[in-house]
């Protein structure tokens, strides 16, 4: 697989992320942590059938429980920490916190081996942060910050970054291993809900409709695809493009009746737009090239 063939499946991910608040929306009011179990569990069956109808099961024995320890770490924590913080928190404040992972992914990326990181990339994300910002603190909020929640929101940043950028190195541990790290998320996520939460079912047909796409795209398959765009696309051009996230929600709840359109979410797409192109710019020049011109 080419490096652009994975970046452009690792930017997938991106596109079903951004159904996430539209389709969280209409599974309301099942609470987090039952939804996180009810989503998770279909995207392990669905990762189950992938993997039966692909490679076959055996290709989960070949991987370490070391790995899976840490997929479901990841994914289980960075729900876990996400949801918890919003709870304690919820502002506009949190959700621009939490939405520095990208950043974090595009920084952190250059530690890795093999992985040219320049000054174009580093500012095409702040430029793209920028963006994202716009659109976190245009939806506003009355409730009062919490100190611990802005912190577990920052922790919940840094726990997102460090799975993807880590994920990485384990670039010869096959994707399908994604379908154990989506059903023990779905594990500990349906003990947390027995424990901390009242079950509370989806409403209508609409409710489980939202909850099923909830499962099979944002919680689900996007898991798959980012894994193969972690591990053998551009982490530096994706890590930027994640910004589009909040500007392609906003869109979809601007779309759905549920938002209104704004000057502020044109000029996102702008700022947004103008830092995944600098990353761009800055993956297309070849390390020989950026060489030569220092030395210049």
Not at 5 to 31: E, H, Q
Request: charged fraction near 10%; glycine fraction near 12%; hydrophobic fraction near 55%.
């Amino acid at each position: 697989m080419t490096k652009t063939k994975a970046t452009l499946i690792g930017f997938t991910a991106i596109l079903m992320w951004s159904l996430l608040a539209l389709f969280t929306i209409g599974s309301a009011p099942v609470p987090p942590l039952q939804l996180n179990a009810l989503c998770f569990g279909i995207g392990g069956a669905i990762g189950l059938v992938w993997t039966v109808t692909g490679t076959g099961l055996g290709v989960l024995k070949t991987v370490s429980w070391k790995v899976y320890a840490f997929g479901t770490i990841g994914l289980f924590g960075y729900h876990l920490l996400y949801f918890t913080a919003f709870r304690l928190s919820p502002t506009a404040e949190t959700g621009l916190i939490a939405y520095l992972w990208p950043l974090f992914i595009v920084i952190l990326s250059g530690l890795l081996p093999g992985e040219r990181l320049g000054p174009l990339h580093i500012l095409g994300a702040l430029i793209a942060f920028a963006g994202a910002a716009l659109i976190v603190l245009a939806r506003g909020g009355e409730a009062q910050s919490s100190a611990l929640g802005l912190g577990l929101a920052f922790l919940c940043a840094v726990t997102w970054a460090a799975y993807s950028v880590l994920s990485r190195r384990l670039g010869a541990v096959p994707t399908e291993s994604v379908t154990v790290f989506c059903l023990a998320t779905a594990l500990l996520s349906a003990v947390a809900h027995l424990a901390l939460e009242t079950t509370t079912w989806p409403q209508g047909a609409l409710g489980w409709a939202s909850v099923a796409g909830l499962g099979i795209g944002p919680v689900g398959a996007a898991f798959f695809t980012w894994d193969i765009g972690m591990k053998k696309g551009d982490i530096q051009l994706l890590g930027v493009a994640s910004y589009a996230a909040p500007l392609l929600s906003t869109l979809a709840l601007v779309a759905a009746g549920i938002t209104k359109p704004s000057s502020a979410i044109l000029i996102a797409a702008v700022l947004i737009t103008a830092g995944a192109a600098l990353a761009a710019r800055a993956s297309s020049i070849k390390p020989s090239s950026a060489a030569s011109a220092r030395k210049a």
